[in-house]
């Protein structure tokens, strides 16, 4: 891979669809070229500032919301004119919402993810140092504090990645403690809505599923319930 | 209601009118439902038909500042550093400032992004590259460094 190729594809790189072995061309490049890297790295800093300075302006749909309620319930003869499709439209908006919304689907990805990568240990490549670690966490859009704050709840960053659940790029951290391994899986996200933590089962896996402001965190761990909930309560209280 | 405070985002760094740039888009949704293909991503769907909805119209491409409230930043200088990049933004060309917004903020993928704006993926990673220079070129002005060597050993 030469420069031009990575300056073509950081698109891609930064969205997270560059496909395993050209993301591992990619990375290997800005291993072996410190112009490419430096410019990736401002790159990422332009996102960061982006994303932080669009996320944290106060956007108010009170009164938004309150008028498009008003225009769809205005009865006119348009609209009962297809007022039988209104209803359906409505309930299939609404599970529509909730299927795209709801976290048993991510959930289950990120179960069978651990399975797979942490108690199977199928290969993949990851990441064990931890400013590389941090560095990874800045571009996703994650506080790299709250990524070294996560291991004071007596667990020891092990390692991290970038992953897919459910078609979103999810930041894979694996940290340990008593010999047991626990993966933490964050996305950012800017939603009003806050999700306590739930913890759920899928297949052999104990699974804790949560929403602050500005992520949506999945906590998984095999054999014990016991470190998931240590992890997911340390979670919601820095993230 | 959800995905409006996301659109509303995207709408007021677009547009003068954005609350109504999203009512249009919520109707239209709401009218256009039996369009929608299940299985599909509500969110993208909802935004390609914003994106028509702002094209269609041909609005003002250049916004009013929205001014920042002070209830959700923590600090003074929290504030101006959004508003500094608020600008910068602002001043952008609105293909750049579109691709920025999607695939930056929101967190659309290119592949998404080209079927939300009904162009080709390789434009729309061109106008993500081009978006981030300016928008670099603007926050930190020098700091752009082309790397000219031909391949990395």
Known sequence: ?239 | MPHTRSLLRVARRLTSDPEDLVQETMLAAWRGFHQFRGGTNVRAWLFRIMMNAFHARGRKARPALVPLGEHDVPTASHVAASAEVAEALDELAVEHRTVLLLGVVEGFTCQEMSEILGVPMGTVMSRLSRGRDALRERLAPGLTTRCTAKEAS
């Open chain 1, 1 to 239: 891979m030469i420069c031009q190729d990575v300056l073509g594809l950081s698109s891609l790189y930064f969205s997270g669809e560059l496909d395993e072995a050209r993301a591992a061309e990619f990375r290997a490049h800005l291993q072996a070229c410190p112009a490419c890297a430096a410019e990736i790295e401002q790159m990422a800093e332009v996102d960061a500032r982006l994303r932080d300075a669009m996320q944290t302006e106060p956007v108010d749909t009170a009164m938004l919301d309150a008028r498009i309620r008003r225009h769809i319930a205005a009865p006119s003869r348009r609209w009962i004119s297809i007022a039988a499709s209104f209803a359906a439209a409505v309930v299939i908006a609404g599970i529509a919402y909730r299927v795209s919304a709801g976290p048993e689907r991510v959930c289950t990805d990120a179960a069978s993810d651990h399975q797979r990568e942490v108690v199977e240990g199928q290969r993949r490549t990851w990441l064990s140092d931890t400013d590389s670690i941090a560095a990874l966490a800045v571009r996703q859009g994650i506080a790299s504090s709250a990524v070294a704050q996560l291991a004071d709840s007596g667990f020891r960053l092990d390692r991290g990645k970038l992953c897919r659940l459910d078609g979103r790029v999810y930041l894979h951290l694996v940290y340990s403690g008593n010999g047991r391994a626990v993966s933490v899986f964050l996305h950012p996200h800017d939603s009003q809505t806050i999700h306590d933590v739930r913890t759920l089962h899928s297949g052999s896996e104990h699974v804790a599923y949560f929403e602050t402001q500005r992520v949506s965190a999945i906590v998984v761990a095999d054999q014990s319930s016991e470190p998931v909930n240590r992890m997911a309560q340390a979670a919601a209280r820095v993230l």
